[in-house]
């Protein structure tokens, strides 16, 4: 049986892990020395929210599953004899794949786990963990899966707009003091994730014309082409349903999904940022 692992950095709708049986490996979540929480399993959303909105703890930060946590569970979701399609984040910016390499090294002859490193992350990652279930049930061995998967990972991008720099500071993501000039100037940064890696691509002056740049920038890169949209948000759904209606009007949407930025982005990019996911509708 094909059972797909994915972890705690990779957002996409609730129900999906019950329609395409896809399973998240939680990240640990640090608030300071003393206190780690899992993940969903110990820190809900709304829980990470309430603390960080009490301004009494340090500022979160995260750390991969350990390459014990991963054998801990592969062996919890799956049978002696599966093969597990452990598709994750970005090397380039998380040791996550690094575990799940490690740990299928150590599981080795109980079950088959085949690491994928999807240069991505969010929901470019969830869209590509849908896709491998949709190619297992039309017949696709898993060698095509992986495949198909590595060759759209140079056309999936992620574009967002931060409502402050402050978090991407705090977590060490940009430069302190690129940082500090957009906070001095008040101005809202753009971010792409694609190839691997976070750039901030541009400052716009006001939140109304970053979301709008957000979406030119999505024209640009992806024009009449078909397309899977994603629209994520980090406490702002009022923006996130504003963007994904616009989006939908400019660009040739074949499906389209809204959902919450995960825990672990929500630390490095903050509250209020929304951003849109594309993936080729191939």
């Known amino acids: 049986m094909l059972r797909i692992v994915t972890?705690?950095?990779v957002d996409m709708p609730f129900e999906w892990f019950e329609e395409y049986g896809i399973n998240r490996i939680p990240i640990n979540v640090h608030f300071g020395e003393e206190k780690?929480?899992?993940q969903d399993v110990e820190l809900s959303l709304n829980d990470f929210y309430k603390l960080v909105d009490g301004k009494n703890l340090p500022h979160p930060k995260t750390s991969q599953p350990s390459p014990h946590q991963f054998v801990e569970y592969y062996r919890?979701?799956?049978q002696p004899g599966d093969t597990i399609l452990s598709i994750h984040i970005t090397s380039k910016l998380s040791g996550t794949y690094a575990s799940a390499v490690a740990a299928a090294e150590e599981v080795k002859g109980t079950f088959n786990v085949i690491p994928v490193d999807t240069l991505g992350g969010s929901l470019g990652t969830g869209f590509m963990c849908r896709?491998?279930?949709l190619m297992e049930r039309a017949g696709k061995s898993v060698e095509e899966i992986v495949r198909h998967i590595e060759a759209l990972r140079s056309k999936t991008l992620i574009i967002l707009t931060l409502d402050t720099l402050d978090y991407a500071r705090r977590s060490g993501r940009v430069g302190t003091l690129s940082a500090a000039l957009a906070s001095v100037l008040n101005v809202k940064p753009?971010?792409?994730l694609k190839d691997g890696l976070v750039d901030m691509v541009d400052r716009v002056r006001t939140r109304k014309a970053a979301?709008?740049?957000?979406l030119d920038m999505a024209r640009q890169a992806y024009g009449d082409q078909?397309?899977?949209l994603g629209v994520v948000h980090a406490r702002d759904l009022v923006s996130g349903q504003s963007m994904l209606d616009e989006a939908k009007k400019r660009l040739n949407v074949k499906e389209s999904f809204l959902t919450d930025l995960s825990i672990s982005l929500a630390i490095n990019f903050g509250p209020g940022t929304v951003g849109v996911v594309l993936y080729p509708a191939e």
């Open 7 to 9: 972890d705690g950095a």
């Open 36 to 38: 780690t929480y899992l």
């Open 76 to 78: 919890k979701i799956a």
């Open 131 to 133: 896709s491998a279930r």
């Open 190 to 192: 753009i971010a792409v």
């Open 211 to 214: 979301l709008e740049r957000v």
């Open 226 to 228: 078909p397309v899977f």
